[in-house]
């Protein structure tokens, strides 16, 4: 049983910075497609990153140049490094793992097996 756990939220003033942690079991790092996926109040997840079994990433427009996804293997966890955040960042950021990644630009949620419960991130202006 695949299971992941968020650490790392937080409140922040716009510009600033935070690390989201997520400490999966077993050898999940190096075996799977892991990523981030967030939501905001009223709005659909939304896929923020991800990066497959080689280390190859992948992110979506809105968080380029200022998202960086990486993991550590040996660690067993992924990280992601927000910096420059914005009030419209602000969301509960979830920790997913696949057996593959999307080939599309889209990013099913549907396709991921694994969720962590989730961790508040909050960006005020």
């Known amino acids: 049983q695949v299971q992941l756990a968020e650490s790392g939220g937080g409140s922040v003033q716009a510009g600033g910075s935070l690390r989201l942690s997520c400490a999966a079991s077993g050898y999940i790092a190096s075996r799977y497609c892991m990523g981030w996926f967030r939501q905001a109040p009223g709005k659909e997840r939304e896929g923020v990153a991800i990066?497959?079994?080689?280390?190859?990433?992948s992110d979506t427009d809105s968080v380029r140049g200022r998202f960086t996804i990486s993991k550590d293997n040996a660690k067993n966890t992924l990280y992601l490094q927000m910096n420059s955040l914005k009030p419209e960042d602000t969301a509960t950021y979830y920790c997913?793992?696949?057996?593959?990644?999307?080939?599309?630009?889209?990013?099913?949620?549907?396709?991921?097996?694994?969720w962590g419960q989730g961790i508040q991130v909050t960006v005020s202006s």
């Open positions: 990066i497959d079994r080689s280390g190859s990433t």
């Open positions: 997913v793992a696949a057996v593959l990644c999307p080939s599309s630009r889209y990013w099913d949620p549907a396709i991921f097996d694994y």
